[in-house]
């Protein structure tokens, strides 16, 4: 199984970037997709995650209304439409899978972790 995120860079702040993450070796339709976050010295936090067919989405209060994961199962590939970034929005982000249809927030409940993609958010 490969999670394979990309998308980061250095935006300033109020701009946007899109995060996108391609699984293989999975049966993608199968798993709820999550995006987390680590910042420096920080513990991995949960941002957004999206059921199985993309008709249940989850956010973090700190993002909502700002972000919108979404998901395409025909290119086993969820994303990540981040606007109006801030300073705070910088970390890593991680993508996961978790299988079945219950869509969850802890970090520990998902099966699948992507390398993570770096977002920084600095004027």
């Known amino acids: 199984v490969q999670l394979q995120a990309s998308g980061g860079g250095l935006v300033q702040p109020g701009g946007s970037l899109r995060l996108s993450c391609a699984a293989s070796?999975?049966?993608?339709?199968?798993?709820?997709m999550g995006w987390f976050r680590q910042a420096p010295g920080k513990e991995r936090e949960f941002v957004a995650a999206?059921?199985?067919?993309?008709?249940?989405?989850y956010y973090a209060d700190s993002v909502k209304g700002r972000f919108t994961i979404s998901r395409d199962n025909a290119k086993n590939t969820v994303y990540l439409q981040m606007n109006s970034l801030k300073p705070e929005d910088t970390a890593v982000y991680y993508c996961?899978?978790?299988?079945?249809?219950?869509?969850?927030?802890?970090?520990?409940?998902?099966?699948?972790w992507g390398q993570g993609t770096l977002v920084t958010v600095s004027s």
């Open positions: 070796g999975l049966p993608f339709s199968s798993y709820a």
């Open positions: 999206i059921s199985w067919s993309g008709g249940n989405t």
């Open positions: 996961a899978a978790d299988f079945g249809v219950v869509v969850n927030t802890e970090p520990s409940l998902y099966d699948y």
